[in-house]
């Protein structure tokens, strides 16, 4: 095993259960979903697996380290979607498995705690050390839990080691992220009273964190805290009394964890947009009881912004056509903002995972009749997007630029999670992502 720098999961229907992963698969065709028909598609799928969560996660909580152990497809996969952060002192690596490990020549155990070792004595600012397992640590039942349990007993309190799945057999993309929260509910700390406090769930990026805190600040919303942390080693508490506003809609298997520690859930849709963001921020001033006036004064000059930012954004996309290929479970609300607040047709909505628990309330928001489709065949869902000739095609990097040559405009999904666009502040951003795409067509074209 050597430190280096640095598709595909099983269907889920949607239920309540704690561990959404272990759930009951079922490939139907024309599920309805209350009074949406969805249309499950199982086959081949176009999509990332869960390391790729590192990438906005190891910006977010500075004092982590991501290890995943892994072969070198792992390691160029991070590679690639981490781009130039690669050459800066990065937190995060690949433990990449060499035949002698994959041959049971070698204990991997062993080699994973020199390569910890040496990792540890090397980088004394690391609090945290993640052990991200992949496809093949999984392949040769490498049991990183145990692993990491026997690390925390030789590194704890200095270093914190917690493990969690990033592989392509067991998460898609963001669900990478609900994996890494999930292996850090456990060690939160017991909130010491039942009194009200709000903890905000999903990583955002510092300046959109700032602005919600302010808002909260104003409203007389309190104590709240955001949970990942900006630091690893500073976990918020949780029990009787944490109400969870969820900030990212994939985060179905941390939710369920938090709850079972007596948090409660506020449903609420997710701050996208100046409709999204306000319902979700009512949510969470009704469950404290603040005044409407007092609400209102708190939020009327970011939606002043706001409104004036989106306008010119709003006439390029009105009645224009959106289709959305399943990626990283942001496609409801995003087709949500774009129908409701950019006046857009929705062709097909496409989504990984529909977790009723976290998705109601932006399902209830769409407009009647919206074709929502859960997995992918991606051949069959190509030629739908092909017939419908949609304005605009949000996608995976792997589509966009054949799609591109066959005269569609895409959007690559990707960049929706790495972008802060959340609140109002970055509601322009967000409807400016949708228009860039075509502007670039309409002016490259001759
Ligand atoms: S975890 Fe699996 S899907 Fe992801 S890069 Fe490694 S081998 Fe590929």
């Known amino acids: 095993m050597a430190l280096q720098p640095c598709t595909e999961t099983p269907d889920k229907t949607i239920n309540n259960d704690l561990h959404p992963q272990a759930s009951e698969k079922t490939p139907v065709q024309g599920v309805a979903t209350q009074d949406f028909p969805v249309l499950k598609e199982r086959g081949q799928r ?51 498995l ?11 155990n062993d080699e994973l705690e020199r390569v910890v070792a040496q990792l540890l004595s090397r980088r004394p600012d690391i609090k945290t050390l993640f052990l991200v397992g992949s496809c093949p640590s999984e392949v040769i039942k490498l049991d990183l839990a145990k692993a990491a349990e026997k690390l925390n007993h030789r590194y704890f309190p200095g270093v914190r080691v917690l493990n969690y799945s990033g592989s392509g057999i067991e998460t898609t993309f963001t669900e990478g992220e609900d994996a890494c929260l999930a292996s850090m509910v456990p060690v939160l ?33 309190g104590p709240v805290s955001f949970f990942p942390p900006r630091r690893a080693s500073s976990l918020p508490s949780v029990g009787k009394g944490t109400k969870l ?6 985060l179905s298997g941390t939710a369920r964890l938090l709850m079972a520690r007596g948090a409660e859930l506020l449903p609420s849709p997710y701050p996208f947009g100046i409709e999204g963001t ?18 209102d004064q ?22 224009r056509k959106a289709f959305l290929f399943p990626d990283s479970q942001l496609e409801i609300p995003l087709a949500r903002f774009l129908s409701r607040e950019c006046g857009m047709e929705l062709i097909e909505v496409g989504t990984p995972y529909i977790d009723r628990l976290l ?6 928001l769409l407009p009647k009749g919206t074709a929502l489709s859960e997995g992918q065949d991606v051949e069959k869902q190509l030629d739908r997007c092909r017939e419908a000739r949609p304005d605009i095609t949000v996608c995976g990097l792997g589509l966009a630029n054949p799609l591109e040559a066959e005269g569609l405009s895409t959007k690559w999904s990707i960049e929706l999670v790495f972008s802060p666009l959340h609140g109002y502040d970055q509601t322009a951003d967000l409807a400016e992502l949708f228009v860039r795409s075509t502007e670039r067509r309409r002016r490259l074209s001759v």
């Open 359 to 364: 998705m109601d309330a932006e399902i209830a």
């Open 98 to 108: 060499g035949e002698r490990d994959l041959a049971g020549l070698a204990d991997a």
């Open 46 to 96: 176009e999509v990332f697996c869960g390391l790729t969560g590192i990438v906005w996660l190891h910006r977010k909580m500075q004092d982590a380290f991501f290890l995943v152990v892994g072969s070198r497809t792992c390691a160029h996969l991070i590679q690639s979607a981490a781009g130039v952060m690669i050459f800066a002192e990065p937190r995060f690596g690949t433990a990449v």
């Open 298 to 319: 708190a939020i009327a000059p970011a939606v002043a912004r706001a409104t004036t930012g989106l306008e010119h954004y709003k006439q390029v996309l009105n009645g």
């Open 278 to 295: 306000t319902t979700w921020l009512k949510t969470a001033a009704e469950a404290w009881g603040i005044d409407a006036d007092v609400f």
């Open 189 to 221: 700390p017991e909130k010491e009273t039942e009194a009200p406090a709000l903890m905000v769930v999903g990583s955002l990026a510092d300046v959109v964190e700032d602005q919600f805190k302010r808002l909260f600040d104003q409203m007389g919303i």
């Open 245 to 250: 506003l969820i900030a990212q809609p994939f």
